[in-house]
């Protein structure tokens, strides 16, 4: 864990690092050497100092700081969706360094839509000028509920997806061999918030994913809750006003069918049937973006939002979040945000003492699936540490 503290404290220095760890100077420094000698990690020209520190006069020594070497490894994402299908590949320090849309995905089919993105993704890495010795592996964020242990879609009510048995997975490292972590867009989002994004220094929070459909992910003690059954997070199906429209759940009235997407197509008479429908995937999410970018729509984008906002006070007064982040492609929509924010503090009385901050996702759902591979596969326990020392003994270094 010590390369996920120098990456989320760049300039810390190796007794900082000691102290945090609860290691003693000596194992700490052991560590560092090694970590150095693999090209992980370097000595920053520039140490970090706590504010107090900077008013006291140094006295010995000056500390070196340590920092990622941001361009040694590598994360790549594969984010299924139709909104904007995305293969792409991160460095170290989470910056995007290529990425490509993909057009027409097919989605009727478990096996062929993983062949068809992991082909994307293999012809991505393969007029990248990044060596794929130094890809940690992959990430998979998808509409869907997973099992991330298992590598399994559980289920996909969007997709029309049922138990896959891990075939999606399978599929993926039969055409490029590297780890994968897959999980639900709401979680992978919540993760790249928590290491990358606007949840950095937080240790309870909740995002919730808002475009077609809307669900949730919980983090408690920077941990993805998963309930009992590995799968939570469905506040899609909260209770809210009865619509003449049919959830994926049979019922009537669901979220799903007020604050969301789907809602707002039909409010505008965008749709010509009442159910969803998973062959409409494509028009449900190009409807959607040119009805944001549609001036005459901000106020019932804006009264979705609204609708919202009693599932944020019971997440809110349930939970006791220090923030709850809305995100996805209607979700983090600054006229939908507003919505939500002004109906939560007119009705529930979130201000002038608020029970938790409501913030804006600052993570694209296009980016997330390659951090959540950086973050489960290299500032974790699973990072392939010999891997980066047998590299560097080579030589075999072709990044930059």
Same mark, same amino acid.
């Given at each position: 864990?010590?390369?996920?503290?120098?990456?989320?404290?760049?300039?810390?220095?190796?007794?900082?690092?000691?102290?945090?760890?609860?290691?003693?100077?000596?194992?700490?420094?052991?560590?560092?050497?090694?970590?150095?000698?693999?090209?992980?990690?370097?000595?920053?020209?520039?140490?970090?100092?706590?504010?107090?520190?900077?008013?006291?006069?140094?006295?010995?020594?000056?500390?070196?700081?340590?920092?990622?070497?941001?361009?040694?490894?590598?994360?790549?994402?594969?984010?299924?969706?139709?909104? @904007?299908?995305?293969?792409?590949?991160?460095?170290?320090?989470?910056?995007?360094?290529?990425?490509?849309?993909?057009?027409?995905?097919?989605? *009727?089919?478990?096996?062929?839509? &993983?062949?068809?993105?992991?082909?994307?993704?293999?012809?991505?890495?393969?007029?990248?000028?990044? *060596?794929?010795?130094?890809?940690?592996?992959?990430?998979? &964020?998808?509409?869907?509920?997973?099992?991330?242990?298992?590598?399994?879609?559980?289920?996909?009510?969007?997709?029309?997806?049922?138990?896959?048995?891990?075939?999606?997975?399978?599929?993926?490292?039969?055409?490029?061999?590297?780890?994968?972590?897959?999980?639900?867009?709401?979680?992978?989002?919540?993760?790249?918030?928590?290491?990358?994004?606007?949840?950095?220094?937080?240790?309870?929070?909740?995002?919730? @994913?808002?475009?077609?459909?809307?669900?949730?992910?919980?983090?408690?003690?920077?941990?993805?809750?998963?309930?009992?059954?590995?799968?939570?997070?469905?506040?899609?199906?909260?209770? +809210?006003?009865?619509?003449?429209?049919?959830?994926?759940?049979?019922?009537?009235?669901?979220?799903?069918?007020? &604050? #969301?997407?789907?809602?707002?197509?039909?409010? @505008?008479?965008?749709?010509? @049937?009442?159910?969803?429908?998973?062959?409409?995937?494509?028009?449900?999410?190009?409807?959607?973006?040119?009805?944001?970018?549609?001036?005459?729509?901000?106020?019932?984008?804006? *009264?979705?939002?609204?609708?919202?906002?009693?599932?944020?006070?019971?997440?809110?007064?349930?939970?006791?979040?220090?923030?709850?982040?809305? +995100?996805?492609?209607?979700?983090? *929509?600054? #006229?939908?945000?507003?919505?939500?924010?002004?109906?939560?503090?007119?009705?529930?009385?979130?201000?002038?003492?608020?029970?938790?901050?409501?913030?804006?996702?600052?993570?694209?759902?296009?980016?997330?699936?390659?951090?959540?591979?950086?973050?489960?596969?290299?500032?974790?326990?699973?990072?392939?540490?010999?891997?980066?020392?047998?590299?560097?003994?080579?030589?075999?270094?072709?990044?930059?």
């Amino acid at each position: 864990m010590i390369l996920s503290l120098i990456e989320s404290t760049p300039g810390i220095s190796r007794s900082e690092l000691a102290k945090s760890l609860g290691l003693s100077e000596m194992a700490a420094t052991r560590i560092v050497r090694e970590l150095i000698a693999a090209d992980l990690i370097e000595e920053s020209d520039a140490p970090r100092a706590k504010p107090s520190a900077r008013r006291k006069k140094s006295v010995g020594r000056p500390k070196t700081g340590l920092q990622v070497v941001s361009d040694s490894f590598f994360a790549v994402g594969i984010t299924v969706s139709a909104y @904007h299908s995305e293969v792409s590949i991160c460095d170290g320090a989470g910056q995007q360094r290529a990425s490509s849309q993909l057009d027409t995905p097919p989605f *009727d089919s478990v096996t062929d839509a &993983a062949r068809f993105y992991a082909e994307a993704l293999q012809h991505l890495i393969s007029n990248s000028d990044i *060596d794929v010795n130094r890809i940690v592996g992959i990430g998979v &964020a998808l509409s869907a509920r997973t099992l991330p242990d298992q590598g399994e879609i559980v289920r996909s009510e969007y997709f029309g997806w049922s138990r896959d048995g891990g075939a999606f997975c399978r599929e993926i490292r039969r055409i490029i061999d590297l780890p994968i972590e897959i999980e639900n867009i709401a979680n992978a989002l919540a993760i790249s918030e928590m290491r990358f994004g606007a949840a950095r220094e937080a240790q309870e929070f909740a995002l919730v @994913h808002v475009a077609t459909f809307v669900g949730a992910s919980i983090v408690s003690e920077r941990r993805v809750v998963r309930g009992q059954s590995g799968i939570s997070g469905l506040i899609g199906h909260f209770r +809210s006003d009865e619509r003449d429209l049919t959830c994926v759940c049979g019922r009537h009235d669901c979220l799903n069918l007020n &604050a #969301t997407g789907f809602g707002l197509l039909a409010g @505008h008479g965008l749709l010509d @049937h009442k159910a969803f429908n998973t062959g409409r995937l494509t028009y449900y999410a190009s409807s959607l973006l040119s009805l944001l970018e549609d001036p005459s729509a901000k106020e019932t984008v804006a *009264d979705a939002g609204a609708k919202l906002a009693p599932a944020l006070d019971s997440i809110g007064k349930l939970l006791g979040p220090e923030m709850i982040i809305v +995100s996805g492609y209607l979700g983090a *929509d600054e #006229t939908y945000f507003d919505g939500a924010s002004t109906a939560l503090d007119r009705d529930f009385g979130q201000r002038p003492e608020p029970a938790f901050t409501l913030v804006r996702g600052t993570i694209a759902s296009d980016r997330a699936a390659a951090l959540l591979a950086l973050h489960a596969f290299c500032y974790s326990d699973r990072l392939d540490y010999e891997r980066f020392a047998r590299l560097a003994e080579n030589g075999a270094a072709t990044y930059g």
